[in-house]
């Protein structure tokens, strides 16, 4: 890092966050959101399971001058792969979800963003599918959702607009800090924190806890049908999401899951 | 006009800027702009000289959902037979001019026109074309430039993207100021949206959450000492306080728990 420190301070070089399509089905729409990425100096795009495979001659074409970012563009699998090193996600959606998420506008969105990568996190956002956005268990792995202000009478955003939106209010906030205005945090900035003595836990961390709080759950009978298990599931990621967990708190909870369920010890008598 | 006074004031009743795009050469990028405007509840739009004629296949197939915007367009064969009747007009360039304009940010100038609005001043905003923007002659009919705060880099915004901006701003403005805050979304009055369906935990349902699981991790001896015992409780109580959690979910918290416990003892049993 040889950024000086009245850059840091200005924002000027705060990492902007990671763009993740999830599943585009076209892509010319790949390609107009790498080119609205770069009209405000987003650079990092990933795509998880593009539909028409990869890579696109048409998301080139539509690119036009932002080649380089759809020539650098990521291909994952499975969204889980795709956010595995991310500490804070956001997901854009067109709705309110039944979920106990915070909900941001794009521009408070961007400032708990920059508060975030201010602390060193890395930080991403998360974008649907062009038809039918992104499905709840997407939606539950964010740490908090973005709703554009849009007209409720005219709502649909098309995915390459809401990248616009985001990249426009980055650029804004970006560029304020760097005239010296609005740069305080309101909010987010007093869990910059708690940060100091433990750092964020990545996603791939948080997943691993996941499974395993889920698998002894299964052991133990606790979701009583298939029904009610992925929703169950959903508002636990929810909750533990929300705690924006350390590293040492996930270690600490691990801790207790295989405290309660005595995993070790009946392992040890097995053996 | 039959708005009161408080709607006035509160911006609610605000009737939004026309758009008039110069001399557009593509229907589709047209159409594109009715959609972005209708997104924000934008209505009226104006053409002026559309190259490839009017009315426009192609407009009516891009706008979708945004054809009442498309089909109530008004054509006019020039620049200044579109503005006549405007009272404050501002032009949207990519470059600074040689000319003596203030230099409006979307966001400023959004601000500008509410206020002249509030006055009933009729306002409108010029985009040029998509090729090669407004000529000088044009700009020097309004009486402000917006300049989007782009990527000098890559500063070619399309058509649609320049009139989505401008669009959000003015939303954004207008749910302000219905609000009578900055942005719609802003700060804590966001969570409140989500607490509808579950109402907070109270302080005692915590406490009883808490008891719960400290007095079964003693019985599966989780704290080694009683020196660690009082921090570990600690950090817990931070981690799940910080999650902001509901009734429900501390009962489904507590359902986990007894979950876990069952587990640890039936494996005990087993053996």
Redesign the interface.
């Known amino acids: 890092m040889s950024e000086t420190a009245s850059e840091v301070a200005s924002g000027t070089a705060l990492p902007p966050p990671v763009i993740i399509l999830v599943a585009p089905q076209l892509g010319e729409n790949i390609g107009q959101s790498a080119?609205?990425m770069?009209?405000?100096?987003l650079a990092s795009l990933r795509l998880v399971a593009p539909r028409d495979g990869w890579p696109s001659a048409s998301a080139l074409a539509a690119a036009s001058?932002?080649r380089h970012v759809v020539e650098n563009a990521e291909v994952f699998p499975s969204l889980e792969a795709a956010i595995a090193d991310l500490h804070y996600l956001v997901a854009t959606t067109a709705r309110?979800r039944?979920?106990?998420?915070?909900?941001?506008?794009p521009?408070?969105a961007v400032k708990q963003i920059a508060a975030k990568a201010a602390s060193g996190q890395r930080c991403g956002v998360l974008f649907g599918r062009e038809r039918s956005g992104l499905e709840n268990d997407e939606v539950a792995l964010a740490d908090a959702l973005i709703?554009?202000?849009?007209?409720p009478?005219?709502?649909?955003?098309?995915l390459?607009?809401a990248v616009?939106?985001v990249g426009?209010e980055w650029?804004?906030f970006v560029?304020g800090a760097s005239l010296g205005r609005a740069t305080q945090f309101?909010?987010p900035a007093a869990e910059g924190l708690?940060l100091n003595k433990s750092q964020p836990a990545t996603r791939e961390e948080l997943f691993a806890f996941f499974q395993h709080?889920e698998s002894?759950?299964g052991?133990?009978?606790?979701f009583k049908t298939d029904d009610k298990r992925s929703s169950?599931i959903r508002?636990?990621r929810n909750?533990?999401g929300?705690?924006?967990?350390t590293e040492?708190?996930v270690r600490?909870?691990r801790?207790?899951?295989v405290?309660?369920?005595?995993?070790r010890?009946?392992r040890n008598?097995?053996e």
Chains 1, 2 share one sequence.
């Open positions: 080119r609205a770069a009209n405000f100096g001058g932002a309110i039944e979920m106990v998420k915070p909900i941001l506008s521009e408070t709703i554009v202000p849009v007209n009478a005219f709502a649909s955003l098309n390459a607009q616009l939106l426009y650029r804004k560029a309101d909010g708690y709080l002894e759950l052991a133990a009978g606790f169950m508002n636990m909750l533990f929300r705690a924006a967990l040492q708190e600490t909870l801790g207790i899951i405290a309660l369920a005595g995993l010890r009946s008598r097995v």
